[in-house]
């Protein structure tokens, strides 16, 4: 336990020196059934994620009124570059240690008919207690709201993990009448997945960039916390 605990203060200290917002790990053994692309032997004794979050600029956000910004898609890729970066050399540092990591990148899709990637960082930012899922679908963080964006390391270091957020979005609803596509509900079970993904690949016409997003309900959202029981 002290070594475990130890190489969590030291990964989540090195992680924040190089611009991650947050840092958590959790065990990942439940999860690999979901995990696509990614052979068995390459993942077998990789149990825990950790998940990196770097947040959003406030400003860039702020910025956006109807539509997302150029200013927003050169942030996101940015974004995604500088977690990307930060997962390898978090993947050095561990390889130092004589353990083994796998970095998935930030924002990679290898399943374009489902919109889905090796894993999904939210499930993993769930378990690793970075937030809860809100009703836009989003990781939601107490301080930092929908403003993140993510990435995980996968290893088979020795971690304590960190325990699963018991929080909701409660009586907030101000990302509801915002969103453009009335792909959120009141009810996070009922987002209309296929009508956010329809507005994001109008978006991505109408405004003339090269990824699928929007901005609207991250900057709606204030990360206002209510626990579940």
């Known amino acids: 336990m002290k070594e475990a605990q130890a190489n969590y ?9 190089q611009g991650a917002s947050l840092f958590g790990v959790a065990d ?24 990196l979050a770097v947040r959003l600029s406030d400003a860039i956000i702020e910025d956006i009124v109807d539509k997302p910004t150029k200013l ?8 995604n ?10 993947m050095g540092f561990i390889q130092k240690e004589g353990a083994s990591a796998l970095p998935i990148p930030s924002s990679q899709i290898i399943d374009w008919e489902r919109q889905r990637g090796h894993l999904n960082h939210k499930r ?14 989003l990781l939601v963080n107490p301080e930092f709201g929908s403003r993140l964006r993510l990435v995980t390391v996968l290893t088979n270091l020795p971690l304590i993990t960190d325990s699963r957020k018991e929080l909701g979005c409660g009586d907030c609803r101000e990302c509801i009448p ?19 993904y329809r507005k994001l690949d109008s978006f991505r016409k ?3 960039i090269g990824h699928h997003i929007c901005g609207i309900c991250l ?11």
């Open 9 to 17: 203060d030291r990964l989540r200290d090195f992680t924040l020196s």
């Open 28 to 51: 990942v053994h439940g999860l690999k059934k979901d995990f696509i692309g990614l052979s068995e032997e390459a993942i077998e004794r990789l149990d825990f994620g950790i998940s």
């Open 72 to 79: 927003y898609f050169y942030h996101y890729r940015r974004l």
């Open 81 to 90: 570059s500088l977690l990307d970066e930060i997962a390898l050399k978090m």
């Open 124 to 137: 993993i930012a769930l378990e690793a207690g970075l937030g809860w899922l809100g009703r836009n679908n």
């Open 178 to 196: 915002l969103c453009p596509a009335g792909a959120i509900k009141e009810r996070r079970e009922n987002f209309q997945h296929l009508a956010c």
């Open 206 to 208: 109408q405004c003339n």
């Open 219 to 229: 900057k709606a959202c204030p990360g206002r916390a209510t626990p579940l029981n």
